[in-house]
């Protein structure tokens, strides 16, 4: 068992003892690039909330789960309402709460969840997986017509260490275990998972599975996906276990049909991952590259030459102006030029080799060392707090992500960019880093910030419609980590292509015919 961390804020990221304003100087950056304006949140008691589930129903969820563990307070329900994309917290500053669960209910065994599961199929309720609550492309906003209510299936209580196998280099985890409460109990076996995305602190081992989640280390220790041998999971149909080998030939793998399933195949209810020993060094460095497209290159010699460090990021020239690569820093001025990160972790003797190839190698394709940096390494959890201060001063940001080869990397850079300002106008920043190189290519994040219309909502969307555009049109995928949810549906039909979409929808009607797991969630 672990202790949770404190309950995310109900409109913010994170804690919400860590809430505050924009430093001095980010202010004065945003005021004279952007400008700024008053917009503050509505008072959390008066957001307005769906109805409460019936009272049978509530009577009869109690007698699955306990009657301690079904909740139906305006806060329990508030706190499980939507995700964290910038969307989802404008709706809930303007006191929108229409997508809230009728009910929470925590289950606590896989019996649980399974007879949860039978119990909407029968009375036709909604039912939506709720992990960490971190998603940000409306993973946690279920469809509700046609149903009897909609039920948040919090995995609050799946907190465990299942089990350890040192000889294997594995661990079975449950799903409901936050980033931190997993490294925790990783770590008394001197073990980590190595899986570090900036939404850590409150993101869950399952939702990192169903989602497809990537970290800030992938480059040392892999994307989630990678991670992860094997998946108990509950579906209408009943139990899945999957992953009794470290690689086999029986057939498609399954597995890959879980991971990304984002909850509307079945729930999650245990996560066999490959583990590694803690690192007993970690050296980060800071390096300059003249232009965006040579820091790129220099990530794909690396990526190819087979000499990767653990984290690898490279911010673009926007980027490394703002410097928000170091978020606790935003507004310094880093000197020009693009910022590249390089993160070495493992044994003192790993880390000196893999340190000396990767920098003849960076040295030779003309980057400038700068020395050790702690800055980033210390700051990296603090950069999702500066939307919401930027949103409290009527600035819109938001972030958005996608993944392709690296002969296509900047023609797809160049027009997301394109897009963005278009849809957004004078004045609007967009920014771009990668951090997940593959040796065919890489992902390339953005952060756009623009000052808030009138209808901030109604503006996003059409700036994220055109980006979306943009990448598919140009042959990229609609998401490298952040998943499909309900956002990007329709651009994951025309990536994958009508029989992609069949497929899809075949899976669905199998495994959850009557459609109560996470309605309106990832299929076309
Ligand atoms: C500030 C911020 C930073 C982020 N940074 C990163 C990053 O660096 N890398 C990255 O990959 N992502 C990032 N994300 C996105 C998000 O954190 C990931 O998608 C994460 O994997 C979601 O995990 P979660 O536990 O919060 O899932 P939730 O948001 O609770 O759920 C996500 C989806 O999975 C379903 N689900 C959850 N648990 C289960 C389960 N046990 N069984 C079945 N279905 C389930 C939900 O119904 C939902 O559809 C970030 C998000 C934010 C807000």
């Known amino acids: 068992m672990s202790t949770p961390p404190p309950e995310m804020h109900w409109s913010r990221w994170g804690d919400p003892a860590e809430a505050g304003p924009l430093s001095e100087s980010a202010f004065a950056l945003v005021d004279a690039f952007i400008g700024t304006a008053d917009t503050p949140a509505v008072d959390p008691a008066s957001v307005r909330l769906s109805a409460v589930l019936g009272q049978e129903l509530l009577d009869e969820l109690a007698g699955i789960v306990g009657v301690e563990h079904v909740l139906t307070d305006h806060d329990s329900r508030l706190h499980r309402t939507r995700g964290k994309s910038t969307p989802d917290m404008l709706k809930l500053r303007a006191g929108d709460g229409s997508d809230s669960p009728d009910a929470v209910v925590r289950p606590g065994t896989h019996d649980e969840v399974a007879a949860l599961i039978a119990w909407a199929v029968e009375r036709h309720v909604a039912v939506v997986p709720f992990g960490g609550g971190t998603s940000v492309v409306g993973g946690l906003v279920a469809r509700r017509e046609g149903y009897a209510g909609v039920v948040s299936l919090d995995l609050v209580r799946f907190d465990k260490l299942l089990a350890v196998d040192t000889d294997s280099m594995t661990a079975t985890l449950e799903p409901g275990l936050r980033g931190p409460a997993a490294e925790a109990l990783l770590a008394e076996h001197g073990l980590t998972l190595g899986h570090f995305p900036q939404s850590f602190e409150y993101a869950s081992i399952g939702g990192f599975a169903v989602t497809r989640s990537s970290g800030q280390s992938s480059a040392g220790y892999g994307r989630f996906d990678s991670l992860v041998v094997g998946l108990r999971v509950a579906t209408p149909q ?23 399933s984002e909850g509307a195949f079945g729930v999650v209810t245990a996560v066999t991952v490959r583990v590694r020993r803690l690192p007993a060094v970690k050296v980060y460095e800071s390096w300059r590259w003249d232009s965006f497209a040579g820091g790129a290159t220099a990530m794909r010699t690396l990526a190819q030459a087979g000499v990767l460090p653990t984290v690898l990021r490279l911010s673009d020239e926007n980027e490394t102006q703002i410097n928000l690569a170091k978020p606790a820093e935003v507004g310094g001025d880093s000197g020009g030029g693009c910022l590249m990160i390089t993160g070495f972790e493992g044994t003192q003797e790993a880390v000196d080799a893999k340190r000396a190839a990767v920098t003849a190698l960076l040295t030779g394709l003309g980057g400038a060392g700068l020395g050790e940096d702690e800055g980033w390494s210390s700051g990296r959890f603090h ?58 290519g890489a992902s390339l994040y953005f952060t756009v910030a623009a000052k808030q219309a009138d209808d901030p909502i109604a503006q996003w969307m059409g700036a994220k419609a055109a980006a979306s555009d943009a990448i598919i049109d140009n042959g990229a995928s609609i998401t490298h980590h952040h998943a499909v949810g309900q956002d990007h549906k329709p651009w994951l039909a025309r990536e994958i292509g009508p029989v992609g979409v069949q497929m899809l929808r075949a899976l669905k009607q199998e495994l959850d015919p009557s459609g109560v797991l996470n309605p309106g969630v990832l299929i076309p």
Do not use: Q
């Open 238 to 260: 009943g139990g899945l276990v999957l992953g009794n080998s470290p690689a086999n030939a029986a057939g498609p793998d399954l597995r890959e049909v879980v991971m990304g």
């Open 383 to 440: 950069g999702p707090y500066l939307r919401d201060s930027l949103l409290d001063v009527g600035v819109l940001v938001e972030t958005l992500e996608t993944v392709t080869f690296w002969s296509n990397l900047h023609r797809v850079y160049d027009a997301v960019k394109s897009a963005l300002t278009s849809a957004l106008g004078e004045g609007t920043l967009v920014l771009c880093h990668i951090s997940h190189v593959y040796e065919t």
